[in-house]
């Protein structure tokens, strides 16, 4: 009797990708973009994408192919050029090198503060593994957990992948983590990220989660994990030679008493619709964890209101929570991938309407900007004058969360410093605590500290 087939994960990149049977499918244009593209941005895929998730009778259309395979237009027609002459003519690899680090740090590599804001200090040292941006939530890099079992093309942690590695948040032990949550009681929820936490084996997961269970850490009350390995590798759970012994972390981290939560970015419906998806969602629900399902708008594939309704009814059909529409960030390829609000939150607004009660747990647009979670709350006339209407969802100051407010409707912003205060006000309530002289918080509600760089531009390139 045959014994099933279980799928195995290897990786195919720049590298390796023209070996698989379908690169043949793609045409030399197409093919010469993978390869000048993939210099510049990360590019993973792997056989369950490549297989199961891409419809290449819809090249170059099939979302899920935009949303793993690079494309010309990812980068700037000119810079496309350029380095494609390079690349034709033999250059050396240090002067390809240095145009393609010229064309990332044109991409605003760390947005939104990341660098130079939300790194926390312990004992004056910034700690390179650690975020902390919100009172209550502390974001975990494990270095073993940086890489994904596929990239996503406008990934806006591309820099983590790309060998950049001094803007890389990388945490080689779970140490520095457990010495600063002993001074900082008020943190609830720790986020293990990346990458990829679930790229590890069980028992690595195991040594970074196991500390945070001891009794002096009795104020964590939720761990979660950012993971994609449920749409590009759901045999993580299922089949993968220690998928059960993952399954039993999950289990002690629920016994201990915490909430854990696996933050499941789906970007397309087909990415949840798979048997084997659908599979290792039940699987994971079954531990006692929960699965809360995330992903970007974003243009060329989710664009559609249709394949929202499609995602988030079907995650409720399977048991998971609809959790966030976010915008796509100002960083890498967004030129390519950006949306402006206003289609944003109609788009948004149009799917909302169309699910029952069970999926509106799902909240957005929303942007992770500098002062926090913006959500474009609504499209509104005010005295007069047509706005947006905004809220923070999270603030770096928890005292601005949920307060209203309200910035002058324009049609073609596509993020929230392209908009401007409503009514004749100068500036928005929460910008007098951030002083725009140099970048600095002044609010004493706000506990980071600005971390060094190495490159002099990027200090204003976040401001």
């Not at 060998?163 to 949550?181: C, P, V």
């Amino acid at each position: 009797m045959n014994e099933p087939h279980i799928p195995k994960f290897k990786p195919l990149t720049r590298h390796t990708i023209a070996q698989v049977p379908q690169w043949v499918l793609l045409s030399a244009e197409q093919q010469e973009a993978v390869d000048i593209v993939s210099r510049v941005l990360p590019f993973r895929v792997n056989s369950y994408v490549l297989n199961e998730l891409i419809d290449w009778s819809n090249i170059p259309d099939d979302p899920i192919y935009r949303l793993t395979f690079p494309h010309r237009d990812m980068l700037r027609e000119d810079e496309y050029a350029s380095l494609r002459d390079l690349v034709r003519a033999g250059a050396q690899e240090a002067e390809i090198d240095t145009a393609v680090r010229a064309i990332r740090m044109r991409m605003n590599p760390h947005p939104a503060g990341q660098l130079t804001h939300n790194v926390p200090y312990l004992d004056g040292v910034p700690l390179a593994g650690l975020q902390h941006k919100y009172r209550e939530t502390v974001l975990f890099f494990p270095s073993a957990g940086q890489s994904c079992h596929a990239y996503c093309t406008f990934c806006f942690r591309w820099p983590q992948f790309s060998g950049m590695e001094e803007m890389k948040f990388d945490a080689r032990t779970s140490g520095e983590l457990i010495a600063y949550l002993r001074g900082h009681p008020e943190v609830t929820d720790i986020l293990v990220t990346g990458g990829d936490p679930l790229v590890m084996n069980a028992r690595s997961l195991a040594e970074y989660l196991e500390p945070l269970l001891m009794p002096e850490f009795a104020h964590i009350q939720n761990i979660r994990i950012g993971t994609k390995s449920v749409a590009y590798w759901p045999h993580r759970f299922v089949t993968d030679r220690d998928a059960d012994d993952l399954l039993r972390v999950f289990e002690k981290v629920v016994a201990s008493g915490r909430n854990l939560a696996l933050m499941g970015h789906y970007n397309h419906p087909r990415e949840l619709k798979h048997p084997v998806a659908e599979t290792a969602v039940r699987r994971i629900i079954g531990t006692g964890a929960s699965l809360r399902i995330q992903a970007p708008l974003i243009r060329h594939i989710n664009e559609d209101p249709d394949a929202w309704v499609d995602l988030w009814t079907t995650a409720v059909r399977f048991g998971a929570i609809p959790y966030y529409m976010f915008v796509e960030r100002d960083t890498g390829p967004s030129h390519y991938f950006k949306l402006p609000l206003a289609r944003a939150y109609e788009i948004f607004q149009n799917a909302y309407s169309r699910v029952s009660g069970l999926a509106r747990t799902v909240r957005g647009p929303s942007m992770s900007a500098f002062p926090g979670k913006v959500m474009v709350d609504g499209i509104v006339e005010l005295g007069g004058e047509k706005v947006f209407a905004l809220q923070l969802l999270q603030g770096r100051n928890a005292e601005w969360v949920r307060r209203p407010f309200y910035a002058k409707f324009d049609a073609e912003a596509t993020w929230f410093d392209e908009l401007v205060p409503a009514f004749g006000e100068k500036q928005f309530f929460f910008q007098p605590a951030i002083s725009e002289k140099d970048g600095k918080h002044t609010d004493k509600h706000i506990p980071v500290r600005s971390a060094v760089v190495t490159d002099e531009n990027l200090l204003e390139v976040q401001g």
